[in-house]
């Protein structure tokens, strides 16, 4: 096994975890090119060619992170999106879809499923490496800081990455959890796309403010009852009641 799977040893004997991607596209082409670019970053890469090879390799090496072809041969990368987050022991596992340009239909499916983020083919490799950090970063942050939010009907505990809607708890993805905490914390406070973008993803840019709008409709599918709680301003952006 290459020394990768173990981390880069250093002063005194302690070894630093490298994080582990799965790349999975059947272009051999890009995923090269993706290849070269995350370890090149300091990142493990692990690789699949298929949907089914793809959901082999998650169940049995545990990445930490998956960047996921839409268009893979026999099983397509939304069905893989939608087995990892139905799986209990993995839907935690950050995902990073790759979809062709134009197909605005894929990205907004893609983010239903549980999809953390999109890049459009062609990309630039520098981005992409971008966004592979910030999702990690987003879902390794010290949340100790963070305090309790506990509002009429919700209970959100930073420190227990736990969300209860009338007692009853609900499964969200790292980034579902980091905008819900963000609009609750400022329950109230209208916060706009460009700030949500910003504090929640890492990154501004006007041309991705639908992956906010996709992220609140599947956020509030989770929330149930407590869903008429994100109120949408027209032109504004969000806010938590």
């Not at 993805?173 to 949500?196: C, D, M, P, Q």
Request: aromatic content about 6%; glycine content about 8%; proline content about 3%.
């Amino acid at each position: 096994m290459s020394w990768r799977a173990f981390g880069i040893p250093i002063a005194g004997g302690i070894e630093v975890r490298l994080h582990k991607i799965l790349v999975v596209e059947d272009d051999e082409d890009i995923l090269e090119v993706v290849t070269f670019s995350l370890e090149k970053a300091g990142m493990q890469v692990l690789r699949a060619r298929s949907g089914l090879e793809a959901v082999a390799t998650i169940s049995r090496e545990k990445p930490d992170l998956v960047i996921l072809d839409i268009m893979l041969p026999g099983m397509d990368g939304k069905e893989v999106c939608r087995r990892i987050r139905q799986n209990e022991s993995i839907r935690s596992i950050g995902i990073l879809m790759l979809t062709a340009l134009g197909e605005e239909l894929d990205r907004v499916v893609g983010f239903e499923l549980g999809a953390d983020d999109y890049v459009v083919k062609p990309f630039s490799s520098k981005e992409l490496v971008l966004r592979v950090q910030a999702i990690l970063r987003r879902r390794s942050q010290p949340v100790g800081h963070k305090e309790l939010v506990r509002l009429p009907g919700i209970l959100i505990d930073p420190d227990g990455f736990s969300v209860e809607v009338e007692g009853k708890k609900v499964h969200l993805t790292a980034t579902e959890f980091n905008l819900l905490y963000e609009l609750a914390h400022h329950a109230g406070k209208v916060l706009s796309r460009e700030v949500l973008l910003e504090r929640v993803w890492g990154y501004s840019y006007e041309g991705y403010s639908r992956t906010v709008d996709t992220h609140i409709k599947r956020l509030r599918q989770k929330l149930g009852a407590a869903k008429n709680r994100i109120e949408t301003l027209r032109g504004m952006g969000y806010r938590f009641r």
